[in-house]
């Protein structure tokens, strides 16, 4: 007669559980790709994006192929379903060579206001094709989170730019990826999915490498080994979080956390000030995933 509502009473925890280590997951990962975005800002100052692109790839795929081979084995590189995960690495792919191109034009605060389209595009996507609920107040903050985002890109401001729009494209084929990470489901080998999508990235540059390669010194070397590693566990982290989460909204708005960590980057890294426009902007998105937070955390023990 108890044995029922004992399993449920320890369902909910173990969900809450599950949702606050998605969460935290998401966020960590969202810090490691600015330290990672800074890096690149760096090196794409000097170096083709070909050769950025060919070593924090190499970077990614030993990190995966020794993490993989420790902790699963030869179930780690086991695919089940080879067509989504090459969809999904084709998009990495692009999007990646859309972020190195623009990153060197763009400061990391505009860069990430526009990347912050992002987590909408996620939860428009995914009641779309993951059916997941859009609730009325999730659809008012999505809209005027877009408003405020025309608002910043509209002709004649310093967003306007053909490396602006290269950013705001990446940003939606990002969140297709992410679509394409939760269609996939957390029985699918996270290790897989990265590594397809590094090995597919070097495939795509290597014809432009041989006529752009310049020889790195030690500093560019650590720099490239920063964002190689930063990148793989950052990829890790946010594929967890993606896959084990409730719903892709709950941990899509912790995105927003990269504006505090690209402000302070670009500040003492690049001497980069940020325009008012821009942060009261990103303030108003903030505080919009700051209520999507508070919202998906009420509904958490439901």
Request: glycine share 6%.
């Amino acid at each position: 007669m108890t044995a029922a509502p004992e399993n449920f009473s320890h369902g909910l925890p173990d969900r809450r559980r599950q949702t606050i280590v998605a969460i935290a997951a998401t966020a960590a990962a969202y810090l490691l790709f600015s330290i990672g975005d800074a890096c690149t800002k760096f090196v794409a100052q000097k170096f083709h994006f070909s050769q950025i692109v060919f070593t924090n790839c190499t970077v990614i795929i030993t990190f995966m192929v020794i993490y993989g081979a420790m902790w699963r084995g030869r179930a780690a590189f086991a695919v089940r379903n080879m067509k989504w995960v090459l969809i999904r690495a084709a998009l990495s792919v692009v999007v990646g060579i859309l972020n190195i191109l623009s990153l060197p034009h763009i400061t990391l605060t505009t860069f990430y206001t526009l990347v912050f389209t992002s987590p909408f595009w996620v939860a428009i996507l995914s009641s779309f094709f993951l059916r997941e609920k859009m609730e009325k107040e999730k659809i008012i903050v999505i809209l005027l989170c877009f408003c405020v985002i025309l608002f910043m890109f509209r002709p004649g401001s310093g967003m306007f730019n053909i490396w602006s729009f290269c950013v705001l494209g990446g940003a939606f084929l990002y969140s297709a990826s992410m679509i394409v990470m939760r269609y996939l489901g957390p029985h699918e080998s996270r290790t897989m999915i990265i590594i397809s999508g590094s090995v597919l990235s070097i495939l795509a540059i290597l014809p432009f490498l041989p006529f752009h390669f310049i020889m790195p010194s030690l500093k560019d070397l650590g720099v490239f080994l920063v964002m190689g590693s930063v990148s793989a566990v950052g990829i890790m982290c946010v594929a967890f979080g993606f896959q084990t989460a409730p719903s892709a909204s709950t941990v899509a708005p912790y995105h927003y956390s990269q504006m505090i960590w690209g402000a302070l980057l670009g500040y003492f890294l690049f001497e980069e000030v940020p325009e008012k426009s821009t942060m009261m902007g990103a303030s108003v998105i903030i505080g919009a995933g700051l209520y999507l937070i508070w919202r998906e955390t009420r509904r958490m023990p439901v």
